[in-house]
């Protein structure tokens, strides 16, 4: 069975870090482009973060940039993603999607296959 497992949310005070882990079991992640989406209380899910199949490329949203950083382990089958700075507006249940199987040195937010089950990060004092 295909799945995404996120770990590592929880509570954090603002300005705190947490590293939230996506693990894959069932498939290699090696040929999937790999990124992490939050959905807000009353908002729209929306892209957070990406990481192409080969690694060598990311992507951020304007609200993380310098704050958040993708990476990938293919030998854990796992994905990161590095929160520090965290702010109340980072408050989301946080899913990791998986797209593919492809090669390619891009990602984007669309078309993902995979989803994980999400995870709450809450940001307060």
């Known amino acids: 069975q295909l799945q995404l497992v996120e770990s590592g949310g929880g509570l954090a005070q603002p300005g705190g870090s947490l590293r939230l882990s996506c693990a894959a079991s069932g498939f290699s992640l090696d040929y999937f482009a790999m990124g992490w989406f939050r959905q807000a209380p009353g908002k729209e899910r929306e892209g957070v973060s990406c990481?192409?199949?080969?690694?060598?490329?990311?992507n951020y949203a304007d609200s993380v940039k310098g704050r958040f950083t993708i990476s990938r382990d293919n030998a854990k089958n796992t994905v990161y993603l590095q929160m520090n700075s965290l702010k109340p507006e980072d408050t989301a249940v946080y899913y990791c999607?998986?797209?593919?199987?492809?090669?390619?040195?891009?990602?984007?937010?669309?078309?993902?296959?995979?989803w994980g089950r999400g995870i709450l990060v809450t940001v307060s004092s």
């Open positions: 990481i192409s199949s080969s690694g060598f490329s990311t």
């Open positions: 999607a998986a797209d593919g199987p492809l090669l390619s040195n891009n990602c984007d937010y669309y078309g993902m296959d995979y």
